[in-house]
C-alpha cells in the first residue's frame, strides 16, 4: 500500500476521528496515499460518553494529525434531531429506534462546519462498504457540501480485518491500545448503543449477556417495579418526575433510571439500506420510556384519522432517517406535518418500569378528547344513542347496495 | 315499557345470546315489544370458554326462546379470521390486537345462516349504542343480510343500567344469577379477554390487580424465563415446542404458557369508530407469541419494500377489521396481498417468556434473505463494497443537483 | 305541516340563504317551526356571480327574514381554502377538483361570525339529507360552534320536490319566480359549477350540451390553440400572461380564458361520503389551468420522494376536503407539509388551450433539478457512468440473494 | 479499443440486438473485448413494429452473430404484463403510462430463456449508463439468473455518440444504414413509444410536430368526434366495438382508432431511478383510451374505501414497475390485491375521441353500486334521509369533543 502512487488534489482533510483502530489508520494511510495532505481530526460529541473523548486530541496529534475538533452536539442532537423523529413515531421495521441513524445527520453537518473553518477540501469517514452508514454520511456531504471530496477508506483500501490495521500500525510504529479481537461492533451516543458481531451474526444465536453494556438483564433488575413521571409539552419532555430538566438531561436520566430496570433492549435482523440483512441488538433505554410517554398522551389527544396520519408520518420518517435522507425538503415536509400534530401532545403520564418492560399507566392531557361520560354507559348531553342507527345505516351502506345489487 | 304499542312485523327473530343479564332481558322485552314474535336464541362458540356456554339452552328456553342453537367456530374463527389478521400485522391503534373485533363477523356470519335455517325476518344483538360492536354486526349483517330487519334493544328501550334490567326481569318474575354490581364489562374468545369501566374510565387510574383473568401479573410470573418454540408455515403456527397442533390448539396451548408468564396485557384510549375515545384493557397472551413469531420470521424474509408493504396493508387490515368492514372487496383484497407475501413466512421461532414480556430471542427460515457472508465485514462473491460508491453517488444524485443548482 | 306543535328553544336562527326556491321556503317553515324565532339570512358571496346576489336582501326580507348580510369572501375563498388545497394535488377519485367541497368551510365559518354578532343560538342550511353537504355544513359547525343549534329543514319537514315547496309557499301568499321544473341542480363558485340531476341520473346517458355553462363544447372551441402564461411563486399563481394578479382576479382571468377553449369539463359517478354513489357533471375552466400550472413546476423541482409524498397528501387531503373536515387537526398538518414541499414550486409554464385541453407546453424553474448536461448521453462531473454498476448491483441485492438462495 | 487486453471467461452470451446502430456495434466489441466469445442475438417482439424485425436475422449474422432468435411475445405482453399494471391503475408521476418500463421484465424473461436454451454464460444490453432501463434489466437478470454475467457495454467502453460507433464499424468495415444524426431516441413496442432527444431536452421548448409518431396532431385530427365501445370483464377489454379481440389485438385497434384523433400524447419531465431528471414525449393512444375504460367502470363499481386502497396499489405499483422490480414479492402481492378488486370492474363503456381528448360518456356495469333511486332527491326503501343526522353527529364527535373541551 504504502508504494502506491500518491493521488494529488486533496490538500486537507476533516476525518470524522474517533480515536479507535479504523481512524488510528486512517489518519497515516491518508497522508501516504493522499500526497501528504493535511489531516484535521473531528470528533462530535453526541453523548457516546466522556471515556471516548479523553485523551482524543492527543492521540489524534500523535497519529499526524495538525489539529483535532471535538464540538458538543449533545442538547442540539436530542433538541433537533431526536424530538422532531420521535415526534413522528418513527419505528424501523418496527422495532429499531433509529439511534445511530439520527447522530449521522448532525455529525456530518458539524463535519462540513469544521471543513469550511479550516479550508478543507476532502471529508473522511471511518465506514465500512457494506453498511448503511457510509450512505448516510455521504448522501449529507451531498446536500451540504457537493464540491468537498469524499473519501472512505474501508472502499478504497485493501485491508480487511483489525489484523491488517494493527499490522499496518506496527509498520510505522504507530502505538496503539487496540487488540486483535474485538468481538462486537460497537456505536454509542445519547440515545443507544448499537451491537453488531460476535455470535449475533447467527439469528439463531440468543444474544449473550455480554452483548449489552446499557441495561442489565430483566433477570438482574429490581424485583420491585419503579414508577417515573413524564410531563410533555409539545411532544416533548419537560419534566421528569417533576424536575424540569434540558432535552439532554432529561434523557440521561431516563437512561440511567430505565437502564437499571431493563428497559429498552432490541435485538433486530433488519433490512440494510445497500440491500442486505444484518443483524443488531441495540439498547435505548431512556429511550423507549420517552417514546412510551409521546405515544400514551397520544392516545388522548389525536382523533382516529390524525392518528392513523400520524402512522404514516412516522412510516416515511423511519425510513427517511434511516436512509440518511435528513437534509431533503421531504424531511422538511414530515417534520412540519408532525410538529403541527404535536401542538396537542401535551400531558403527564405515569410509567411503570419492571423487569425490561416500561408500560405507560397513568395519562392525562389538558388536550384529551376522551371524557367519562361520552366513553360510558349512560346518556350524556353530546351524544345521544339514537344517532348511532343513522350512522350504521350510512357506514354500511355500500355494503347494503352491493348485497341487494348482486342477489 | 311494557304497556307501549306492539310492533308489528317481526315473526321470529334470531338473537346473539350469551346468557348474561342484558340478553336475558332481551328476550321478553322482543316478545313484549315485537308482537310476540318467536326468539331463537343463538350462541358462537368462539372459545369464550366452557363454563359460558354450561346450562345457556335451558337458560335460553326458560327466558321465552324457543330454540337455542350453540355453534362451535372456535377452530374456523382461529384458521379464517385471526390469521388472515393477524399475517396482515394489524394492530389497531399500535396497540390493540383485535380480539373482539375479529369475533364480530364470523358471529354475525354465523348468526345470519341460523336464521336462514330456521326462516327468521329479524336479527337481535345486545350491544349498546355507544359502542363500537353495534356497528360491526349491523355492518356484517348489511353486507350477507340486507333483506333482515336488524333489532339493537339497547338502542330502543329506555333502560341504561344493570337496576334497570333487573327491575324489568323481577317485574315478569324470570330469575337472573346476575348481581346488580358488577364493575367491568368484558368481552372473551380464543384470542383475548378485553376489560372496561370500573376504575379504568379515568385513564389517570392505574389498572388494579382485579382487572386481569387470563395473566398473572408479571410480578407474580416466575422468576425463572420460558422458552417456547414456535414452527410457522406460509404465516401460520403449526407446531409449539414441536407438537404439531391444530389453530385452535395451538393458541390453547399458547395462551396457556404465556398468561403463565404474564405476556400480553394491554392498557389502551383508543378512538372509537363512532367517534369518541374509550379506555380498554385487553389480555391476549397466546396472541402475542404468535404474533412476536410472525414477525420474527418476517425479519429473516421481507425485503425492505416488502416489509414497507406489509406495514401499510397492517394499518390498512387494522382499520377494516375494528370498523367491521370484514365482508367487503377491501378485506379481500387486503387478505390476497397479504397471503401472497406470506408465502415466503417459514421457518422456526424461539421466543422466551419472562415477567410480561415475550421476546424472539431465535429465528431461522428456508427462506431468509440473511446471510452472514452477505452481512459481515470481509470480502464475498455477492457484493463488492467498491459497488458502494456508485450506489451512493446516484443514491445521493437529487440531493448533490439540487445543492449545486441552489448555489 | 303548519298546524305541528311549535318547537321551541330557538330565538334567533342564521340562515346559509341563496334566495333560491328551497331558502326562500325554510324562512317561513322556520317560523312556524320554531315559535317566531327571527330569522337572519347569510349569504356568502365565493364568486358564484353577480346575478344571484342582486336583489337578494330584498327578497330574503320579502320572504320574512329581519336582516340579510352578504359577505364577501371571494378573495379569501381563493387564497386560503383553494390554494392551500390544489397545492397538495387533491383530486377526489382521480376527477373531481372539489370546487363545492372546498367552498363548505369558508362559507360555515362565516356563518358561524354571522351567528356570532347577531347573537343568534341556531343556524340553519338548506342542503338535502341524502347529500355530502349537509355532513359538510355540520361538521365544520361542530367544530367551530358546537353549541349552536342546527336546524337541517330537508331532514325535519315532509316536503320532498320542488312542487310541494311551491306549494308551501302559494298557500302562505309568499311569491316566487322559482319554476315548478328545473332539470339540474347545480352548485357555482369561482372555482367551480356543478351539475347533477335530469338525464345525468342515469350514468349510460351522455351529458347533454344544455348541461354545461362556464366552457363552450370543445367542438364549438376556436380552431386556433391559444397560450397562456403563468408565473408561480411558492405553488401559488402571481401572474397570468405577466400580468399580476391578486388571487381572485387570476383566477377569473382564467376562467374566462380557458372556458373558451372548452377546458375543464368532468363527468363522474362518485362515491358521496353518505354511502352511495351519485353522478355529476362538474366545469373548473381556470382550475384545471391552474392545476396543470403547479403540476408542471413540481415536474422540475421535486425528486422522486418528495413527489411521492406529495401524492400522499394530496390523497389525505381529497378525502379530508370532500369530507368536510376542514376545521381539523389533520388539515392543519396536511397544509403545513404541503406548505413546505411548496417553498420550491416556483416557476413559468406555458399552457397551451385548445378543444377541451390544457396542456403544459413550456416549462423552467429558479428551483430545477433538471440540467440537460447530466441527463444526457454525454459525461459530466456529477454522474460517472460507471456508477451505475455499483448502483444497480445494491438496487439488486436483495433480488439476487433471494434467488440465490432459493435455487 | 481494439487492442485492449481481452478479457476472459465469457464464452456464450445473449444480447439484447434491435438492429440499430448500438447493437450492431456491441457485437464486434463483444468479440473483441470477450476473447471471441459467441454471440447470439435475441429479439422480443412486443409488438414494436414489423419494419424493425425484417432482415434482422441477416443483419445479425452479418455483424458477426452467430445466431438470431425472434420471439413472439406479443399477447404474452398485453396479457401477463399490461393488465395486470394497469388494473392497478398505476401512472407513474401522474403522466406516464410506463410503456417502456413495462417491456423490459417480459424482455429480460425470455432473454434468461434464451440463454438457458444455448447455454450462455452471460446476458449484455445495449442500455446507456444514465438511464433506468440498465436498472431494469439488470435487476431482472439479478432475480431471474443471478449466475449470469451481465455486460453492459456503454458503461465499458469509451464511446460516447454516434460518430464513435460508425467510426467504430467503418475501421471495421462493417456496412450499417445508420446516420450520424438522429434527434430523438425512441423506443416503441405495441403499448407506445418514447421519444426523448434534440429540441426535448430544454423543457422550456414545446415539442416539434416532428417529435410525434404513433398519432395525429389534435389540431389534425378530424373535426367530428368518433364513438368506441368497449366491453370490460375482470379489468379486461374482452370487446371493442362490440367486436371480441384478444388482448394485443384489442391494443391495436384502439391505437388505430385512438391515433387517429391525436389522443394519448403526454410530455413529462420526470424523477428517473437514478437521480437525474429528463424529459420525455410518450405516445399512448390505445392505452389511454384503455385505462379510460377501466377507470370509468371502476367509477360505478368500487366503493370509497376499495377505490381510495386501489389508488394505494397504484401509487405502489407505479415506482415498481417504473423501478424494474417486476420478479419479486412485493410485484405478486400488488397484483394479487389488485386482481381481488378487478373482480368487479365489469361492463360497458363508450369513450369519445375528439382532437386529442378520449372521454368516458357512457357507463354501466352488472356490479354498479350506482342507483338513481338512492342518488336522486326522493325516498327509498334503503336510506332514510333522517339517519343522517345520526351519521353527521358521529361522524363530528370528536370534532364537537374537541371544541368543547378546549373552550
Redesign the interface.
Known amino acids: 500500500m504504502s508504494n502506491a502512487v500518491k493521488k494529488s488534489g486533496v490538500k486537507k482533510v476533516v476525518l470524522a476521528y474517533s480515536g479507535g483502530l479504523d481512524t488510528s489508520a486512517i489518519i497515516p494511510w491518508l497522508k501516504e496515499t493522499y500526497d501528504d495532505c493535511e489531516i484535521v481530526a473531528f470528533c462530535a460529541d453526541v453523548g457516546q460518553g466522556e471515556e471516548e473523548l479523553v485523551g482524543l486530541t492527543e492521540k489524534a496529534l500523535a497519529s499526524g494529525a495538525s489539529e483535532c475538533h471535538i464540538v458538543d452536539l449533545k442538547e442540539e442532537f436530542v433538541a433537533d434531531y431526536i424530538y422532531p423523529t420521535i415526534a413522528t413515531?418513527a419505528i424501523y421495521?418496527?422495532t429499531y429506534l433509529l439511534g445511530t441513524s439520527m447522530a449521522r445527520p448532525i455529525i456530518a453537518k458539524a463535519q462540513v462546519e469544521v471543513a469550511r473553518k479550516v479550508g478543507a477540501d476532502a471529508v473522511c469517514h471511518g465506514c465500512?462498504?457494506?453498511g448503511n452508514d457510509?450512505?448516510r454520511f455521504?448522501?449529507c456531504f451531498?446536500?451540504?457540501?457537493?464540491d468537498l471530496k469524499v473519501i472512505?477508506p474501508?472502499?478504497e483500501w485493501e485491508m480487511?480485518?483489525r489484523e491488517d490495521l494493527l499490522d499496518y500500525l506496527a509498520e510505522r510504529n504507530i502505538k496503539t491500545s487496540a487488540s486483535a479481537t474485538k468481538i462486537y461492533s460497537r456505536d454509542a451516543n445519547a440515545w443507544h448503543i448499537s451491537h453488531e458481531?460476535g455470535e449475533l451474526?447467527?439469528?439463531?444465536?440468543?444474544?449473550s449477556k455480554g452483548v449489552w453494556t446499557m441495561t442489565v438483564a430483566?433477570?438482574d433488575a429490581p424485583?420491585e417495579?419503579e414508577y417515573v413521571s413524564l410531563a410533555i409539552k409539545n411532544g416533548r419532555v419537560t419534566h421528569v418526575n417533576d424536575e424540569a430538566l434540558s432535552p439532554y438531561a432529561a434523557l440521561m436520566t431516563l437512561n440511567d433510571i430505565a437502564g437499571k430496570h431493563g428497559v429498552g433492549r432490541i435485538?433486530?435482523?433488519?433490512?440494510?439500506?445497500?440491500?442486505?440483512?444484518?443483524?443488531g441488538c441495540y439498547e435505548t433505554p431512556g429511550g423507549t420510556v420517552m417514546f412510551a410517554g409521546l405515544?400514551a398522551i397520544e392516545?388522548?389527544v389525536?382523533?382516529?384519522?390524525?392518528?392513523?396520519?400520524r402512522?404514516?408520518i412516522a412510516?416515511?420518517m423511519s425510513?427517511?432517517v434511516y436512509d440518511g435522507?435528513w437534509?431533503?425538503?421531504?424531511c422538511?415536509?414530515?417534520i412540519?406535518?408532525?410538529?403541527?400534530?404535536a401542538?396537542?401532545v401535551n400531558g403527564d403520564v405515569?410509567i411503570?418500569l419492571?423487569?425490561?418492560?416500561a408500560?405507560?399507566?397513568?395519562?392525562?392531557s389538558p388536550?384529551?378528547?376522551?371524557?367519562?361520560s361520552?366513553?360510558?354507559?349512560?346518556?350524556d348531553d353530546?351524544?345521544?344513542?339514537?344517532?348511532?342507527?343513522?350512522?350504521?345505516?350510512?357506514?354500511?351502506?355500500?355494503?347494503?347496495?352491493?348485497?341487494?345489487?348482486?342477489k
Open positions: 413515531g421495521e418496527g465500512t462498504g457494506k457510509q450512505v455521504e448522501g451531498a446536500a451540504l457540501a457537493p472512505a474501508w472502499r480487511r480485518s458481531g451474526e447467527d439469528p439463531w444465536n440468543e444474544p430483566p433477570e424485583n417495579p435485538d433486530i435482523t433488519e433490512n440494510r439500506l445497500v440491500g442486505m440483512k444484518s443483524r405515544r392516545e388522548l389525536l382523533d382516529k384519522t390524525s392518528r392513523t396520519w402512522e404514516q412510516g416515511q425510513h427517511l435522507r437534509f431533503t425538503p421531504l422538511k415536509s414530515l412540519a406535518a408532525s410538529e403541527s400534530l401542538e396537542s405515569v411503570k419492571y423487569k425490561g418492560q408500560t405507560a399507566v397513568k395519562k392525562r388536550n384529551s378528547l376522551y371524557s367519562e361520552f366513553a360510558t354507559f349512560g346518556e353530546v351524544y345521544d344513542q339514537k344517532h348511532a342507527e343513522g350512522f350504521i345505516r350510512l357506514y354500511s351502506l355500500a355494503s347494503r347496495i352491493r348485497a341487494l345489487n348482486t
